[in-house]
């Protein structure tokens, strides 16, 4: 099994040796270019990707051009545009790779089987997009219940490499704020 994907299972389920054998073979590693789509607006995403090493971005299109980052995947990650993975309709957001990145890439009819047939591994995928939705309630709360700043300082304390490795427009989009107002934030801390 590749070691950056049992480092993230262990401590979430324990597998037998056979189990671990058959989660691996469902588990295809991909490379990706900087700005690669892998699921475009549209399209059905057909794959669950957990990050090695990189960044995925899902993120919704205006009609006016202007985007909205949904949701950022880094090392050590599941993700994909998981409305239209778990429907298998076409997409409203897109999903690309920020970076030059690593990714093992789980199939939709593979992702049912592991669901199906090896044992804990529905109630670690079901804890770890609870995870995942609570993180989304809260970023959505603190739009409605924090000033622009406050809700920087709280990206900057808890995911740093957030403000590290991405554009300063990735990063307004994400926190919902003009880049100039980043710039301004910045300059103040």
Partial sequence: ???????YLHGKINLSLP?????????????????????????????IYFVVKGCLRVFLTQEDGSEST??????????????????????MATLESLEPS??????YANHQTLLQEVPGWETMYRHCLELDYIAAIQRIESFITQDAKA????????????????????IADYLGISQETLSRLKAKK
Avoid: D
């Fill in 102 to 107: 690593e990714v093992l890439m789980l199939s």
């Fill in 1 to 7: 099994m590749h070691p950056a994907l049992s480092k």
């Fill in 151 to 170: 809700r920087y300082l709280t990206l900057l304390q808890n995911y740093p490499e957030i403000i590290q490795r991405l554009p300063a427009k990735i």
């Fill in 19 to 47: 189990h671990q054998e058959f989660v691996n073979s469902c588990f295809k590693l991909k490379y990706t270019r900087r700005h690669e789509i892998l699921v475009p607006k549209g399209g059905i995403a057909k794959h």
């Fill in 70 to 91: 949904r949701f950022l995947l880094f090392e050590g990650r599941l993700g994909t545009a998981f409305p239209s993975f778990i429907l298998q309709q076409p997409s």
